[in-house]
């Protein structure tokens, strides 16, 4: 566990260590007070406005310092060779594949934080709730989700080969995540059985980030923030986390360099 | 090896349950969404909706819509042809977001009660509440739409009373009482009515009108108690 937390927090102190993570937090944060600025143009639903607004930079940057800090890891572990000395030193390939994912959520959990802090500030001068249950829910789910990638791109680096297909994959797992209900809703009346195998596949092994995506449905009356369901998404998120990262250390344990 | 096996026999078990809680969670998630939730075979003309559905966030193109219908409905060059596209505007707006029910209700008294296109404020009412069957209020307004066809201005005055007691009213509402109380009320009522809104309201232009209102009120001297409107203001 000590040398899980201790690759974590060589990660998360690199990632802060490169400038180019800052200038995301600072770019992210005015984008939050961004949305004061387009709240003016929205006559009586600034509120909604800031919240839709931020919320969705939560959730845009929050993938782009996900991106961002696993691009750093991965080139440097390939091109600077820095995974060479890591493997010689005492530790198991999955405690180091564990404690690169802990370093990185840990990193874009204080930017997603910080920007938090913005949202909650400009809501709250706009004459809103910050504290609001359903927009606190959403975040939290927001980074739920951002943790479920966290784990593909985990598993997805230990088979690329390059940092460019990494990132490809990892934005089309990222588009493909928030379509698979509308596919699955779209081939449903498809007389087609490969095309329905095809789309369940996709349904089942991607994962399904429009559960996640709360923020959507901020307003809905219906039963999307009730107990039952925030349980259901919670735990599946929990099982893919590990799925994933399982699947990973049983990859990276074989690969050779 | 027997380690190994037992690690694969656990992350297909871990899966299966994943692949459950996924289809139950979809269940959940798609029965209380409305139809304009899922990509259709039509989506393909909507772009906007894709790009929207495909990075997860609609309610930011409706947003987007909803600016340009304040701008457009702003701009006097659209006055000629009476704001002819403002249905068109409240469809994109609250087919990218059905929930968005303050669109409704201020899209709706912005047909009715100042554009005077009463069956368009209804549709737009009905789609409401077929999306929002639980939100009452749009039943209410409703009620304030019909009366307001039917010409019933006493009805109409205490269902807009109600309306003002719930703070998510659109603002337009507070004006259009004040209008109706010019004419159905005394002065010294109507300005009262007028300087509570323009010390309570939440919308700049509505403060603006409260005061507008106010002025003529006293500058046409029919106040029968000028003095204990002054006093407050």
């Known amino acids: ?257 | 090896m027997l380690k190994r096996t037992a690690l694969y026999f656990a992350i297909n078990a871990a899966f299966a349950i994943m692949c459950v809680m996924n289809f139950v969670a979809t269940n959940d998630l798609t029965k209380t969404q409305p139809a304009w939730y899922f990509l259709s075979r039509h989506s393909y003309g909507n772009f906007g909706q894709i790009a929207a559905v495909s990075f997860g966030y609609r309610p930011l193109l409706a947003d987007v819509d909803y600016i340009s219908m304040l701008q457009y409905y702003g701009d006097p060059s659209g006055s000629a042809d009476g704001h002819k596209a403002m249905l068109g505007y409240l469809k994109a707006i609250t087919d990218a977001e059905p929930d968005f029910t303050f669109a409704y209700t201020y899209g709706a008294a912005i047909l009715a009660f100042n554009l005077k296109r009463y069956d368009e404020a209804i549709s737009v009412i009905q789609k409401g509440i077929s999306f929002n069957p639980s939100f009452w209020k749009l039943r209410f307004y409703m009620g304030a739409i019909i009366y307001s066809k039917k010409g019933d201005t006493l009805k109409l005055t205490g269902v807009l009373e109600e309306a003002l007691k719930f703070s998510d009213h659109p603002a337009i509402i507070e004006r259009m009482l004040g209008n109706i109380y010019e004419i159905s009320r005394t002065p010294d009522e109507a300005a009262l009515y007028w300087l509570n809104t323009l010390k309570t309201t939440k919308d700049a232009e509505t403060r603006k009108y409260s005061e507008e209102r106010l002025k003529n009120i006293i500058a046409a001297g029919r106040l029968k108690y000028p003095e204990a409107i002054l006093k407050r203001l």
């Open chain 1, 1 to 257: 566990m000590n040398r899980i937390l201790a690759v974590a927090e060589y990660i998360f102190k690199q990632s802060f260590r490169n400038r180019i993570l800052n200038v995301l937090i600072i770019f992210a944060v005015f984008a939050a007070m961004f949305s004061l600025a387009i709240s003016e143009l929205a006559q009586e639903a600034e509120v909604k406005m800031v919240m839709d607004f931020g919320l969705f930079a939560i959730g845009l940057f929050a993938f782009l310092t996900l991106v961002l800090s696993m691009t750093i890891q991965i080139f440097e572990e390939t091109e600077l060779k820095t995974l060479m000395v890591v493997m010689v030193k005492p530790i198991r390939r999955s405690e180091y594949l564990i404690g690169k994912y802990f370093g990185v959520i840990a990193t874009v959990l204080m930017n997603l934080l910080v920007m938090t802090a913005v949202v909650m500030l400009v809501v709250g001068l706009k004459g809103g709730d910050p504290w609001d249950i359903k927009m606190v829910t959403s975040i939290l789910y927001s980074y739920m989700g951002i943790c479920v990638l966290a784990a593909v791109a985990i598993l997805l680096s230990t088979v690329s080969t390059t940092v460019p297909s990494w990132v490809i994959y990892l934005l089309f797992i990222y588009v493909l995540g928030h379509l698979t209900v509308h596919l699955k809703n779209l081939v449903k009346d498809s007389a087609g059985a490969a095309v329905k195998a095809v789309v369940d596949f996709i349904y089942y092994v991607v994962p399904n980030l429009e559960l996640f995506n709360l923020g959507d449905k901020l307003n809905s009356l219906s039963g999307i923030f009730e107990a039952k369901y925030l349980g259901l998404v919670f735990g599946y998120g929990v099982l893919y986390i590990v799925v994933s990262l399982a699947a990973a250390c049983l990859i990276f344990d074989e690969k050779e360099f």
